[in-house]
């Protein structure tokens, strides 16, 4: 019997709003911060426009090869057990870190680079340079971003989601105090990209440096050396990275997402100023858009977290019983509140400039130019909450590797859509934003119906389970009655 209301379901809801906020730090660039980075640029008067698309793409392309490493956050949710297998997962992290530190490197100097921004974006020398210099300083950022997240999937494990979410919002306060200091600093004038990117680097050591303390003082004395075979066994590199090259998979192209738009939207415009215009209004809504259903994705980390059916989740003590049904109902709830949040924020008259204008810093002309894609960005949490709500399920029963091809047909409806929207009239941010939001929705269309498939072959599996488990408890009845018969042979010619 389920309760109507359910007094667990503000257990997790109190827990996963922390988590909430957790989504929106992630990779150091939470909306929330990346919108006072992006006021740091904006405040810059001369060539603000300029600087601000310079930062876009390097940010977004920063954001492809950090995004794999924060998915090791589910790793250390679903597989550290002990010591050891925290030592192998970090491991991981530091050989992903270094590849990362060289493709920054090798994108930044070679012609690598300058064909992948100048020559496939269409933008300017200047606008070019600019985005590789920034590329190149946030060279160091994914391994900082893939400590900090291994740790928070460890520390979320053993239920401090809420020294999770304090690391995060200390993440978002280092940021926004860096981003003040420095614009009374001479980098304005010298280096104005030294503003965000620091700002950036800062609060990823804020936070990093949180989850790592917690991590030793609450959690490394009491795991074991060793994981036994009543926490499902050791880890082993093989079984991590199994689990997590899907999920990897996934958020890379999520990542990729955002460099292919701004280099179709900028290729649709020629290289323009409307191109430099338009990669701008894309940078400065992204933030502003994904606030209200952001944090949706982390509703991925409930069923690992609560379900006792997996085998890792038994060594942590927890005083109340999460159903699959609380799971369902929070996450009905969550994805009402984001789309209240959207048109709220969206729709309400001069309530999306007012933002734009009074946080960011743009002028009221940029801000209207913000309003039809951010509208668009409305229709995303439904997507967003099927995707995170099956991810999560699949995610405890450790079939992550039907999800693999949701990544891919999410790519092919981005492109077909940026292809074929601009012979419908469609051009600018609002080309890349609605693209965006049909790819959301080929993703999360692929990902029902992986689920779907395992959930039919769980469902046959146990049948098959049912019926053995009935024939053998008929064989078992009948053994009792065949002795019961000698008996009663033995008792009649003894009589005789």
Not at 112 to 128: Q, R, T
Not at 213 to 219: K, S
């Amino acid at each position: 019997m389920v309760l109507k209301n359910p007094p667990y379901l503000g257990i997790i809801r109190s827990e996963l709003l922390i988590d909430g906020l957790v989504e929106q730090t992630s990779s150091g660039g939470s909306d929330v911060a990346l919108r006072a980075l992006n006021r740091g640029i904006a405040a810059v008067k001369e060539d603000a426009v300029e600087m601000l698309a310079s930062y876009g793409l390097a940010y977004s392309l920063m954001k492809f090869f950090t995004g794999p490493m924060s998915d090791f956050k589910n790793v250390g949710l679903v597989f550290v057990n002990s010591k050891r297998d925290r030592t192998k997962a970090v491991m991981c992290m530091v050989v992903a870190g270094a590849v990362a530190a060289v493709f920054h490197t090798l994108i930044a100097y070679s012609d690598l680079g300058y064909y992948i921004i100048n020559k496939l974006h269409h933008v300017d020398e200047s606008v070019g340079s600019k985005t590789r210099r920034a590329f190149l300083y946030l060279a160091a950022f994914p391994f900082m971003d893939a400590m900090a997240w291994t740790h928070a999937g460890i520390l979320l494990k053993h239920k401090y989601s809420f020294l999770v979410g304090c690391a995060s919002i200390s993440d978002v306060i280092a940021q926004v105090v860096f981003v003040a200091i420095l614009l009374h600093s001479h980098l304005e004038c010298r280096e104005p990209l030294l503003i965000p990117i620091l700002s950036l680097y800062m609060g990823a050591l804020v936070r990093c440096t949180t989850l790592c303390l917690g991590y030793y003082r609450n959690i490394h004395d009491i795991i074991p050396d060793r994981s036994g075979p009543e926490m499902g066994g050791e880890a082993t590199i093989r079984k991590m990275l199994s689990f997590w090259w899907p999920l990897a998979l996934i958020l890379a192209t999520q990542r990729i997402s955002r460099p292919i738009v701004n280099l179709f939207v900028s290729r649709d415009l020629g290289g323009s100023s409307a191109a430099t215009e338009a990669v701008a209004i894309l940078t400065a809504t992204y933030p502003v858009g994904h606030m209200p259903y952001g944090w949706l994705t982390e509703i991925r980390a409930v069923y690992p977290a609560f379900d006792k059916n997996n085998p890792s989740n038994k060594m942590v003590n927890t005083s109340s019983t999460v159903t699959a049904t609380h799971i369902k109902k929070f996450t009905f709830v969550c994805m009402a509140l984001s789309l209240t949040l959207c048109f709220v924020m969206f729709w309400t008259p001069d309530v999306s400039e007012k933002i734009l204008v009074d946080i960011i810093g743009v002028d009221f002309a940029f801000a209207e130019l913000c309003v039809v894609p951010l509208r668009i960005f409305s229709f995303f949490p439904v997507p967003v909450t099927v995707r995170a709500h099956l991810t999560g399920w699949l995610m405890t029963l450790k079939k992550t590797f039907v999800l693999a091809p949701s990544s891919v047909l999410r790519i092919i409806v981005l492109i077909t859509s940026l292809i074929v929207l601009p012979y419908l009239g469609v051009h600018g941010a609002t080309l890349g934003v609605g693209s965006l939001l049909a790819g959301f929705v080929g993703e999360s269309t692929m990902v029902a119906i992986a689920a779907c498939y395992v959930y039919r072959k769980q469902k046959k599996k146990r049948n098959e389970n049912e019926t053995a488990t009935e024939g053998e408890d008929s064989a078992m009845t009948d053994m009792p009655q065949t002795e019961e018969m000698t008996d009663i042979v033995e008792m009649r010619e003894e009589n005789e």
